[in-house]
């Protein structure tokens, strides 16, 4: 009988003392948490993204440019609160350098020649739901949410060169297009291992799909043979707008800008990335 009461005592006292350690996991698994990731996105479909055009008097060259505007290095810092052991809540802000995308084109006629680059570097906000298991070290985690690009920009550089009536002309200029707000989504699965009560690291295999809309743009530089055009180039030759159907051979009014047929700039892509995790 002695050893029943010393056993029960011993029983409640583990109790006891089992209450708070759960609790105090409990806790630690719902506290808020920070997250710094850096991870690099590979093009989800290359797709068309953009044309290299060169007039020559009455003529247009155009040359297509492939690949994805999201390709290359990104940044993120967010902060996220599990609800529960499997639940939780997340919003990061993403920082897309994005790669820059080159075409080299020729052709024998009038000895046209160059190449174009483009790049989008953006601001992409990502609100999650977090879905993970209950593992205290190591966690596997999936993150559904939604891809929101606030801030944006298509930046263009061309030198093109070519003969016309037999003098050589040197074309070097600059473009800016910037984006409208754009909904897209995005997804995350990875592992998170805790490495001490404060820390984790995590590696994950991530994506988004989103195009941008870009409905206007400008040029920023325009040299003819090293001479700057812009000065004496009309609104038309210097500024254009986006339509998706129209009668954009038509020559505008000089006052007013070009127009181009509307492509939204392909800003998806597929990645890795690589993390820290503070807990609060």
Known sequence: MHFIYKLAALSLSLIGISKPVNAQLQSQSTAPYVIIKTGYGFPASPQKINEAEVNVGNDTFTSGIYGSYAKGANFSLGIGKMLNSTLGLEINAQYLLGSTIRA??????????????????????????????????????????????????????????????GKPYQIVSQASEPSRAKVGFAACFGLSFRVSEKFSLFVEANGQIMS????????????????????????????????????????PEKSSPSTKLYNPAYFSYVGLGIGLTYHL
């Open 104 to 165: 080299d084109y020729s052709s024998d006629l009038d000895s046209v020649s160059g190449f174009q680059t483009d790049r989008i570097r953006g601001l992409v906000f990502t609100p999650f739901v977090v879905i993970r298991n209950s593992g205290d070290l190591l966690s596997i985690y999936t993150k559904l949410g939604l891809a929101i690009a606030a801030v944006s920009s298509r930046s263009e550089y061309q030198e093109s060169r070519f003969m016309l009536d």
């Open 212 to 251: 941008l809309p870009i409905s206007r743009g400008n040029y920023t530089k325009y040299e003819v043979n090293g001479v700057n055009a812009l000065p004496t180039m009309t609104t038309s030759d210097k500024s254009w707008i986006y339509e998706k159907a129209g009668f954009l051979e038509t020559v």
